[in-house]
C-alpha cells in the first residue's frame, strides 16, 4: 500500500508540475564530447488525463487520481488521434469501473490498468495488437474483457489476480501467451488457447478454477506450473508435447491426459503417474462454437460474443439450435438450455453457504405461444404510456432519458400476478385498456421482431430472481409459465445477500453490452422477488458522419450559458413539422430505426412543448415525415440517468399496485412493489448510436409506505429512437446541457 501511494503522490506531483509549465530537460553526451541539452516532449492536461503530443498522435500518460465511475477517453486531443495509452496510463486508481477506450488507440503500455481495484469491463479496441507484461495485474473486480481479432500476444503476468474472471475468450490470432498471464484468477473456469500457441509458459495458468482444457496442436511444451492443481483433465493433440517435470502440481493420479495412441505423450504421461486416454478423431458436436470438440460454457461466450459482433465461429450450422439459417439469441437460449441439461452451465461461481444462487430456467420449459401484430389500439396505448412517461421525468435541470419499451417490460411481467383493481390499473396504464391475455401477444410479438444483426441490433432480456424463503414468497407455476413463455425470463432463487447484488449487477452489466454496470447497491431486507427488463440498441447510421463533417460550434446550455459542442453537420432529407416544433429523421441502417430530433420554435418553451404534446400529435409528427432538404446539425453527446418510478405510476394512474395491491396470482402470500428503478445510457457519435435500458421492480412483503408527491419539471431538447414500422419510441430523452 505504501508503494501505492506514493506512486500517486508522484503522479499528482507531476501533473500538477506540468500545469505549472515545468520541464525537466534531459542532458545528453553527443559523439564528440559536447553536452547536448534535449527538451523533452512537453506534456499537457485534458480534463482527467496528462498526453503527450507526439506530432501526429496522442499518448495518455497518466490520468487523474480524481477519477472515478466510468472513464471516457476521447478520440482525439489537440486535434489528433489518440492512439496510445502509455505505461500506467491508468494504474493505480480504486475508483473507475469501466474505461472506454477509443477506436483509435493502437497501443497500450506496460501495467497501464494494473491495480485498478474496481475495474469491472473493458473492451480492447480492434487496433491493439499486444496486451503487454502487467497490463491488468491486481485488476481484482475484472470480470469482462473483450480482446479484439488483431491481438497477438499476452504479456507476462498480464492478468495475474484478476480473480473475478470466470471465463475468457482469446481470439485465434494470438501466438504467444506469456508466462503467468493468468496466475491466480482463482474463478477463472473456462478459457481456450488458441492454435497458433506454441509454448505453455512457466505458471500461465497457475492457480485458476480450471476444470479441464484443450491443448491445441501447435504447443510444443507445456512448461512447469504452466496448469492449476485442480484440473482433472487434459487434451493434448500434438502427440510430440513435451510435458515438464511439475507442469501440473497437486495430486496427478487425478488427472487424465488424453492424447493420441502410443505417441510421447502418452509415455509421460504413465512416466509421470497421469491418467491416460486415446484421443479419437473430432466429430461434429451440436453447439460447439470454439471448434474445440466440446459443448462447454466457453461456447456460450462464443456464441454471444458472434451475435454481438464479435469473432467469428467456423461451423455456423453447429450452432443453429432453431434450424432457421440465422443465428442469434434464440440459438444461444437453446444453447443454454443444453449446458444446463448437461450440468455443464453454471453462470456464476458456486457458493460454499447452502443458500445457493440457483438458475431454474430449465425447470420450466418455454411452451409455443401465439402473437399479435401491432394495431391502431396497441400503438395508441404504447404511444400514450410513452409520452406519460416522459412528460413524468422530464427536469428542467438535467439530461433525461427513459426507455418506455423497458418499462413496458417489467412491468408487463409483473402485472401478470394481478388480479383485481391492480390488474386493471396495468392493463389501463401500460396497455391502454387492452386485457393481459391480448397485451403479452403484442408485447411477444413486438419483443421477438427486433432487428439484430452488426448494423442495427435491439436485444431484449428478462430475468425473475426470487427470494429462497419459500414461507414469504413462493410464485404460483402458471405465474412462471407466462413469463417464460411470453417473455423468455431467466429465473433464478437466491438469498438475496452480498452474492446475489453482485450476481444481478453481473446480469444487468451483461445484457445492457456494460453500458450499465449495475441496478443495485444492496437488496432492501423486505424485498422478495425482482422483475428486472434489460433492452441494448446499437445501431450504425446509414449515412456517417466524417471528420470534416464536425466541427466545434456554441450550444445554448438550458439556464443561458454558452459552451463549445462537436456539432456533426449533414444533409438530410426527411423533415419533422408540427405547428410548435421543426425537426428531422436521420436513419439507422437497414432502415427500422431512425433519430428523431425535434426542436421547439423560439417563442415557445421546451417545458410547454412537452406538456402539450398529445398521443396523437406526437404519434402524427412521427409517422407523417416530409420529403424536404434540411441542413441539420447534431452535437455529439453521451450520459447516463437513472429515476426511482413509483410516484410517477402512481401519478400515471396506477396507485394500488404500491399500496393496497392484488398480486393473488402471483403468489400466495401479501405482496406490494416497493419500488421500480429505471437506468439508461445513451452515446450518440460519428458512426451511430449505441443505447441501453434496465427496469428493475422491486416486490416487497409487509406493509407498503405510501410516498409524498413532488412536482416534475420539463426541458429544452427532445429526442427519440423510433420503430419506423410502428412509429413507437423505444427510448425517449431530452438534452439540456452537454455533460
Given at each position: 500500500?505504501?508503494?501505492?501511494?506514493?506512486?500517486?503522490?508522484?503522479?499528482?506531483?507531476?501533473?500538477?508540475?506540468?500545469?505549472?509549465?515545468?520541464?525537466?530537460?534531459?542532458?545528453?553526451?553527443?559523439?564528440?564530447?559536447?553536452?547536448?541539452?534535449?527538451?523533452?516532449?512537453?506534456?499537457?492536461?485534458?480534463?482527467?488525463?496528462?498526453?503527450?503530443?507526439?506530432?501526429?498522435?496522442?499518448?495518455?500518460?497518466?490520468?487523474?487520481?480524481?477519477?472515478?465511475?466510468?472513464?471516457?477517453?476521447?478520440?482525439?486531443?489537440?486535434?489528433?488521434?489518440?492512439?496510445?495509452?502509455?505505461?500506467?496510463?491508468?494504474?493505480?486508481?480504486?475508483?473507475?469501473?469501466?474505461?472506454?477506450?477509443?477506436?483509435?488507440?493502437?497501443?497500450?503500455?506496460?501495467?497501464?490498468?494494473?491495480?485498478?481495484?474496481?475495474?469491472?469491463?473493458?473492451?480492447?479496441?480492434?487496433?491493439?495488437?499486444?496486451?503487454?507484461?502487467?497490463?491488468?495485474?491486481?485488476?481484482?473486480?475484472?470480470?469482462?474483457?473483450?480482446?479484439?481479432?488483431?491481438?497477438?500476444?499476452?504479456?507476462?503476468?498480464?492478468?495475474?489476480?484478476?480473480?473475478?474472471?470466470?471465463?475468457?475468450?482469446?481470439?485465434?490470432?494470438?501466438?504467444?501467451?506469456?508466462?503467468?498471464?493468468?496466475?491466480?484468477?482463482r474463478q477463472l473456469r473456462y478459457i481456450n488457447v488458441p492454435d497458433g500457441v506454441t509454448i505453455l509458459e512457466q505458471g500461465v495458468f497457475s492457480n485458476c478454477a480450471l476444470s479441464k482444457i484443450d491443448i491445441p496442436e501447435s504447443v510444443e511444451k507445456i512448461c512447469q506450473n504452466a496448469l492449476p492443481d485442480g484440473i482433472n483433465q487434459v487434451t493434448i493433440w500434438n502427440p510430440d508435447c513435451e510435458i515438464e517435470v511439475f507442469a501440473i502440481l497437486g495430486d496427478q493420479?487425478?488427472?487424465?491426459?488424453?492424447?493420441?495412441?502410443?505417441?510421447?505423450?502418452?509415455?509421460?504421461?504413465?512416466?509421470?503417474?497421469?491418467?491416460?486416454?486415446?484421443?479419437?478423431?473430432?466429430?461434429?458436436?451440436?453447439?460447439?462454437?470454439?471448434?474445440?470438440?466440446?459443448?462447454?460454457?466457453?461456447?456460450?461466450?462464443?456464441?454471444?460474443?458472434?451475435?454481438?459482433?464479435?469473432?467469428?465461429?467456423?461451423?455456423?450450422?453447429?450452432?443453429?439450435?432453431?434450424?432457421?439459417?440465422?443465428?442469434?439469441?434464440?440459438?444461444?437460449?437453446?444453447?443454454?438450455?443444453?449446458?444446463?441439461?448437461?450440468?455443464?452451465?453454471?453462470?456464476?461461481?458456486?457458493?460454499?453457504?447452502?443458500?445457493?444462487?440457483?438458475?431454474?430456467?430449465?425447470?420450466?420449459?418455454?411452451?409455443?405461444?401465439?402473437?399479435?401484430?401491432?394495431?391502431?389500439?396497441?400503438?395508441?396505448?404504447?404511444?400514450?404510456?410513452?409520452?406519460e412517461l416522459l412528460k413524468n421525468t422530464v427536469s428542467e435541470n438535467e439530461n433525461v432519458l427513459v426507455s418506455p419499451y423497458s418499462v413496458v417490460q417489467a412491468l408487463a411481467m409483473t402485472g401478470n400476478g394481478a388480479d383485481g383493481i391492480t390488474k386493471e390499473e396495468f392493463e389501463n396504464v401500460i396497455g391502454g385498456g387492452i386485457d393481459f391475455d391480448e397485451l403479452n401477444k403484442y408485447l411477444y410479438t413486438q419483443r421477438t421482431g427486433q432487428p439484430n444483426d452488426e448494423?442495427?441490433?435491439?436485444?431484449?432480456?428478462?430475468?425473475?430472481?426470487?427470494?429462497?424463503?419459500?414461507?414469504?414468497?413462493?410464485?404460483?407455476?402458471?405465474?412462471?409459465?407466462?413469463?417464460?413463455?411470453?417473455?423468455?425470463?431467466?429465473?433464478?432463487?437466491?438469498?438475496?445477500?452480498?452474492?446475489?447484488?453482485?450476481?444481478?449487477?453481473?446480469?444487468?452489466?451483461?445484457?445492457?453490452?456494460?453500458?450499465?454496470?449495475?441496478?443495485?447497491?444492496?437488496?432492501?431486507?423486505?424485498?422478495?422477488?425482482?422483475?428486472?427488463?434489460?433492452?441494448?440498441?446499437?445501431?450504425?447510421?446509414?449515412?456517417?458522419?466524417?471528420?470534416?463533417?464536425?466541427?466545434?460550434?456554441?450550444?445554448?446550455?438550458?439556464?443561458?450559458?454558452?459552451?463549445?459542442?462537436?456539432?456533426?453537420?449533414?444533409?438530410?432529407?426527411?423533415?419533422?413539422?408540427?405547428?410548435?416544433?421543426?425537426?428531422?429523421?436521420?436513419?439507422?441502417?437497414?432502415?427500422?430505426?431512425?433519430?428523431?430530433?425535434?426542436?421547439?420554435?423560439?417563442?415557445?418553451?421546451?417545458?410547454?412543448?412537452?406538456?402539450?404534446?398529445?398521443?396523437?400529435?406526437?404519434?402524427?409528427?412521427?409517422?407523417?415525415?416530409?420529403?424536404?432538404?434540411?441542413?441539420?446539425?447534431?452535437?455529439?453527446?453521451?450520459?447516463?440517468?437513472?429515476?426511482?418510478?413509483?410516484?410517477?405510476?402512481?401519478?400515471?394512474?396506477?396507485?394500488?399496485?404500491?399500496?393496497?395491491?392484488?398480486?393473488?396470482?402471483?403468489?400466495?402470500?401479501?405482496?406490494?412493489?416497493?419500488?421500480?428503478?429505471?437506468?439508461?445510457?445513451?452515446?450518440?457519435?460519428?458512426?451511430?448510436?449505441?443505447?441501453?435500458?434496465?427496469?428493475?421492480?422491486?416486490?416487497?412483503?409487509?406493509?407498503?409506505?405510501?410516498?409524498?408527491?413532488?412536482?416534475?419539471?420539463?426541458?429544452?431538447?427532445?429526442?427519440?429512437?423510433?420503430?419506423?414500422?410502428?412509429?413507437?419510441?423505444?427510448?425517449?430523452?431530452?438534452?439540456?446541457?452537454?455533460?
Amino acid at each position: 500500500m505504501k508503494a501505492k501511494k506514493i506512486l500517486t503522490a508522484v503522479t499528482c506531483l507531476c501533473m500538477t508540475a506540468q500545469m505549472f509549465g515545468y520541464i525537466q530537460p534531459v542532458f545528453n553526451a553527443s559523439a564528440n564530447g559536447t553536452v547536448v541539452v534535449e527538451q523533452p516532449i512537453k506534456t499537457e492536461i485534458y480534463d482527467i488525463f496528462q498526453y503527450k503530443n507526439l506530432g501526429n498522435y496522442i499518448e495518455i500518460v497518466a490520468t487523474s487520481t480524481t477519477a472515478k465511475g466510468a472513464v471516457v477517453v476521447p478520440e482525439q486531443i489537440d486535434g489528433l488521434p489518440v492512439k496510445s495509452a502509455g505505461d500506467n496510463a491508468f494504474a493505480g486508481n480504486q475508483n473507475i469501473t469501466s474505461i472506454k477506450l477509443p477506436d483509435t488507440l493502437t497501443s497500450i503500455g506496460k501495467g497501464a490498468f494494473w491495480g485498478d481495484t474496481a475495474l469491472t469491463s473493458i473492451t480492447i479496441p480492434d487496433g491493439v495488437t499486444q496486451i503487454k507484461d502487467e497490463t491488468f495485474l491486481n485488476c481484482m473486480s475484472l470480470s469482462n474483457v473483450f480482446l479484439p481479432d488483431t491481438l497477438k500476444s499476452i504479456g507476462v503476468r498480464a492478468f495475474y489476480n484478476c480473480n473475478n474472471m470466470i471465463s475468457v475468450k482469446i481470439p485465434e490470432s494470438v501466438n504467444k501467451i506469456g508466462s503467468q498471464a493468468f496466475d491466480s484468477c482463482r474463478q477463472l473456469r473456462y478459457i481456450n488457447v488458441p492454435d497458433g500457441v506454441t509454448i505453455l509458459e512457466q505458471g500461465v495458468f497457475s492457480n485458476c478454477a480450471l476444470s479441464k482444457i484443450d491443448i491445441p496442436e501447435s504447443v510444443e511444451k507445456i512448461c512447469q506450473n504452466a496448469l492449476p492443481d485442480g484440473i482433472n483433465q487434459v487434451t493434448i493433440w500434438n502427440p510430440d508435447c513435451e510435458i515438464e517435470v511439475f507442469a501440473i502440481l497437486g495430486d496427478q493420479s487425478n488427472v487424465t491426459i488424453i492424447a493420441p495412441e502410443n505417441s510421447k505423450v502418452q509415455e509421460q504421461a504413465e512416466t509421470y503417474g497421469f491418467k491416460f486416454a486415446v484421443l479419437l478423431p473430432p466429430t461434429p458436436v451440436q453447439g460447439d462454437a470454439n471448434g474445440d470438440g466440446y459443448l462447454s460454457i466457453s461456447d456460450a461466450v462464443t456464441l454471444q460474443n458472434y451475435i454481438m459482433g464479435k469473432g467469428e465461429i467456423k461451423n455456423l450450422s453447429l450452432v443453429d439450435f432453431t434450424n432457421d439459417g440465422i443465428i442469434d439469441s434464440f440459438d444461444l437460449c437453446l444453447m443454454k438450455q443444453a449446458l444446463l441439461e448437461m450440468g455443464a452451465f453454471n453462470p456464476i461461481p458456486p457458493l460454499e453457504s447452502p443458500n445457493d444462487i440457483v438458475n431454474l430456467t430449465a425447470d420450466i420449459k418455454s411452451e409455443s405461444v401465439e402473437g399479435k401484430d401491432a394495431d391502431e389500439t396497441f400503438v395508441n396505448g404504447q404511444t400514450n404510456f410513452a409520452l406519460e412517461l416522459l412528460k413524468n421525468t422530464v427536469s428542467e435541470n438535467e439530461n433525461v432519458l427513459v426507455s418506455p419499451y423497458s418499462v413496458v417490460q417489467a412491468l408487463a411481467m409483473t402485472g401478470n400476478g394481478a388480479d383485481g383493481i391492480t390488474k386493471e390499473e396495468f392493463e389501463n396504464v401500460i396497455g391502454g385498456g387492452i386485457d393481459f391475455d391480448e397485451l403479452n401477444k403484442y408485447l411477444y410479438t413486438q419483443r421477438t421482431g427486433q432487428p439484430n444483426d452488426e448494423k442495427c441490433k435491439l436485444l431484449t432480456a428478462n430475468s425473475v430472481w426470487t427470494r429462497n424463503d419459500e414461507g414469504r414468497i413462493s410464485p404460483y407455476p402458471e405465474f412462471l409459465q407466462k413469463v417464460v413463455d411470453y417473455y423468455n425470463a431467466e429465473l433464478f432463487k437466491a438469498p438475496f445477500d452480498e452474492e446475489t447484488v453482485k450476481e444481478v449487477n453481473k446480469w444487468v452489466d451483461t445484457n445492457t453490452d456494460h453500458m450499465i454496470p449495475k441496478i443495485v447497491d444492496e437488496i432492501d431486507p423486505e424485498t422478495v422477488m425482482m422483475l428486472i427488463n434489460a433492452v441494448t440498441f446499437d445501431a450504425k447510421w446509414r449515412s456517417p458522419y466524417f471528420k470534416e463533417d464536425v466541427w466545434e460550434h456554441d450550444f445554448t446550455n438550458y439556464n443561458g450559458t454558452v459552451q463549445q459542442a462537436e456539432m456533426m453537420f449533414s444533409d438530410e432529407y426527411n423533415y419533422l413539422e408540427d405547428e410548435n416544433a421543426t425537426g428531422f429523421y436521420k436513419y439507422y441502417q437497414g432502415g427500422r430505426y431512425a433519430f428523431a430530433a425535434l426542436l421547439p420554435n423560439e417563442d415557445i418553451s421546451v417545458v410547454d412543448y412537452v406538456n402539450g404534446l398529445t398521443p396523437e400529435s406526437l404519434h402524427n409528427v412521427l409517422s407523417n415525415s416530409q420529403e424536404d432538404y434540411i441542413r441539420a446539425g447534431l452535437p455529439k453527446f453521451s450520459y447516463d440517468y437513472g429515476k426511482e418510478l413509483s410516484e410517477i405510476l402512481i401519478d400515471m394512474g396506477m396507485p394500488s399496485a404500491f399500496m393496497n395491491a392484488d398480486f393473488s396470482k402471483l403468489a400466495p402470500q401479501g405482496i406490494f412493489i416497493s419500488k421500480v428503478i429505471h437506468k439508461t445510457h445513451i452515446d450518440v457519435f460519428e458512426e451511430g448510436t449505441r443505447a441501453a435500458a434496465v427496469t428493475g421492480v422491486f416486490a416487497a412483503d409487509g406493509c407498503p409506505a405510501y410516498p409524498e408527491k413532488e412536482i416534475i419539471l420539463d426541458r429544452p431538447f427532445v429526442y427519440c429512437i423510433v420503430d419506423t414500422e410502428t412509429y413507437l419510441p423505444v427510448f425517449m430523452g431530452t438534452l439540456m446541457n452537454l455533460e
